[in-house]
């Protein structure tokens, strides 16, 4: 089988249900940036050995909301799709990890390490993908906006649990 159709040449590429729209579409904005987020937070999993599972996990959810978003409203199947659950799960690890934390008292800057910095990329491509799904202005995506408002909180507080493993000191931010 090969890779390229050579449909999408001229700009235009295809919904999930067969609705041809130009590549630059919100909804391919939106289903495109969960996609650039799932590879960053590839990135992290690849480095990491003690939360390899619950980011593996996550990038499945994300695979799912990029399905919704790839896809028209009326189709004749159901598509897989993130819950209440999965959001209760992410705020449970942020409370675990968030405990073995020092409390937060000024801003940080991204980074002290390269798997901190990376997760701390990832964190800012979560906030465009909720920017961007925010933009569809669809009340059925109300449940993936506060998945990825939530994964934006898990990576931020994942970013400091990284530097506590290494050992380090997290980056104040000074008004210069």
């Not at 659950?85 to 690890?93: A, F, T």
């Not at 701390?120 to 569809?136: D, G």
């Amino acid at each position: 089988m090969k890779i390229y159709t050579k449909t999408g040449d001229k700009g235009q590429t295809s919904l999930v249900g067969g609705t041809r729209v130009s590549k630059d579409n919100a909804q391919i904005e939106a289903y495109g940036t969960v996609d650039e987020l799932n590879s960053a937070i590839g990135i992290v999993a690849g480095e990491d050995t003690v939360y390899v599972d619950f980011l593996q996990d996550i990038q499945h959810k994300l695979f799912n909301i990029g399905s919704v978003l790839a896809s028209e409203g009326n189709l004749d199947f159901e598509l897989p799709t993130v819950s209440e659950e999965d959001i209760l799960l992410i705020e449970k690890e942020i409370d675990r990890l968030n405990e073995g934390l020092p409390r937060l008292k000024n801003f940080i800057l991204p980074g002290g390490n390269v798997l901190s910095a990376h997760t701390h990329l990832a964190r800012c491509i979560c906030r465009r993908a909720e920017r961007r799904v925010v933009t569809l202005e669809n009340d059925e995506y109300l449940i993936h906006i506060r998945f990825l408002n939530r994964l934006s909180d898990y990576l931020f507080v994942l970013s400091r649990e990284y530097l506590r493993l290494d050992g380090k000191q997290e980056v104040i931010w000074q008004k210069k």
